[in-house]
C-alpha cells in the first residue's frame, strides 16, 4: 500500500459543477496535512492547509477524517481555471512529507 | 513572497556527466528539499536539508548527492547522470520545523542521453 493514495482522474466536470477528490494516508499519526496545485509544467503551488476542524477558503474546502485516515478536497462552482492537478501532502514522519500522485481536474466549458 | 529559483528551466545532458541543479531560496528559510517528479510516481524525495552543512537522504538518494555551504543555496549533483535519471527536479523550501509548508521553485527538467 502507498503511503499517501489519490485517485489519478481525470475529472471532467462541467463549469459550475461540485466536485470532491480524497487522498488516504497510511500513518494513523500524521498531524500535517496540505492540498497543492499544480498547472501543467509548472510547479506546485500551496493551495490550502488541512485543519482538524475542517476550513474553508472561498470555492474551496478542506476536511481531515482522522478515524478514516483520509483527507478531501471539495471545490464547488467549478471554474475554467480550476483546471489543474491537485496534490495531497501528509506529513507521516513527522520529518518528512509525502505526496499523493495527484489528481486531474479538468472543467469543461 | 517566497522566492525559491533553480539555475535551469532545461537541460540536456549526455549519460556519465556530471550535472549541477542549483537552488535559491530568499526567504531565509532553514530547510531545503530536492524532489524528482515522474508520470505515475509523483514527487519523490531524494535529499533535504534543515542546516547548512547539513543533509538527510531521503526516499531514493541513489546516485545524487547534495551541498549546503549557504542557508540559501541548495545543490543537487548528480555524479554519473543515466538516463533513468531524466526527469523533472523540483527544489522546495520551508521554514524551521519539517512539516512546515513547503514552496517550490519552478523546476528543472533534465533530459538525459
Known amino acids: 500500500r502507498k503511503e499517501v493514495e489519490q485517485d489519478p482522474g481525470p475529472f471532467n466536470v462541467p463549469e459550475g459543477a461540485t466536485v470532491a477528490f480524497n487522498c488516504t494516508y497510511s500513518?494513523?499519526?500524521?498531524?500535517?496535512f496540505f492540498w497543492y496545485r499544480q498547472d501543467c509544467r509548472k510547479e506546485p503551488k500551496l493551495l490550502m492547509s488541512v485543519y482538524s476542524s475542517g476550513n474553508e477558503d472561498g470555492r474551496f474546502t478542506a476536511q481531515l477524517n482522522r478515524a478514516s485516515q483520509y483527507i478531501s478536497l471539495l471545490i464547488r462552482d467549478s471554474k475554467l481555471s480550476d483546471s489543474a492537478t491537485y496534490l495531497c501532502?501528509?506529513?507521516?514522519?513527522?520529518?518528512?512529507?509525502?505526496f499523493g500522485t495527484g489528481t486531474s481536474l479538468t472543467v469543461i466549458p | 513572497d517566497v522566492k525559491v529559483t533553480q539555475s535551469s528551466r532545461y537541460l540536456v545532458k549526455r549519460t556519465g556527466e556530471k550535472v549541477f541543479l542549483e537552488c535559491v531560496q530568499d526567504m531565509d528559510h532553514e530547510n531545503m528539499f530536492w524532489y524528482r517528479q515522474d508520470p505515475g510516481l509523483g514527487l519523490r524525495l531524494i535529499y533535504f536539508?534543515?542546516?547548512?552543512?547539513?543533509?538527510e537522504k531521503g526516499d531514493i538518494p541513489e546516485g545524487y548527492s547534495v551541498s549546503r555551504e549557504k542557508k540559501e543555496r541548495f545543490s543537487l549533483i548528480l555524479e554519473s547522470a543515466s538516463t533513468n535519471q531524466t526527469s523533472m527536479y523540483l527544489c522546495?523550501?520551508?521554514?524551521?520545523?519539517?512539516?512546515?509548508?513547503?514552496?517550490f521553485g519552478p523546476g528543472t527538467r533534465l533530459l538525459v542521453l
Open positions: 500513518n494513523s499519526a500524521s498531524q500535517s
Open positions: 501532502a501528509v506529513d507521516l514522519t513527522g520529518n518528512q512529507f509525502y
Open positions: 522546495a523550501s520551508s521554514l524551521s520545523g519539517l512539516a512546515e509548508t513547503q514552496y
Open positions: 536539508s534543515y542546516d547548512v552543512k547539513m543533509k
